[in-house]
Nanobody, 115 residues
Framework: QVQLVESGGDLVQPGGSLRLSCAAS????????MGWYRQAPGKERGFVAN???????VYTNSMQGRFTISRDNAKNTVYLQMNNLKSEDTGVYYC?????????WGQGTQVTVSS
């Protein structure tokens, strides 16, 4: 059974930066796609970015240029570097790992952008 543990969420001022991490325990496929989703207050969970094992990335348009996703395959860890944060980036950020018919979620980490 794969477990995902996120960390790095915090309260930050507008314009600030945060780096989220998500470590996957257990065996995951080498073809796994690792990604991040965000659930803003009162909204549904939405896609942020993902990365495949080869390093190819996909971003939501509004976040490209401010957010950077990366992964360390040896550590089964995915990162999300978030720069120039805005109040609308506030929400719970969830890590996701999927391959084949398997789809795993972390428990989420809270990011609050406020002055």
């Amino acid at each position: 059974q794969v477990q995902l543990v996120e960390s790095g969420g915090d309260l930050v001022q507008p314009g600030g930066s945060l780096r989220l991490s998500c470590a996957a325990s257990g065996e995951i496929s080498s073809t796994a796609i690792m990604g991040w989703y965000r659930q803003a207050p009162g909204k549904e969970r939405g896609f942020v970015a993902n990365i495949n094992s080869g390093g190819s990335t996909v971003y939501t348009n509004s976040m490209q240029g401010r957010f950077t996703i990366s992964r360390d395959n040896a550590k089964n860890t995915v990162y999300l570097q978030m720069n120039n944060l805005k109040s609308e980036d506030t929400g719970v950020y969830y890590c996701n790992v999927r391959y084949g018919y398997s789809n795993y979620w972390g428990q989420g980490t809270q990011v609050t952008v406020s002055s």
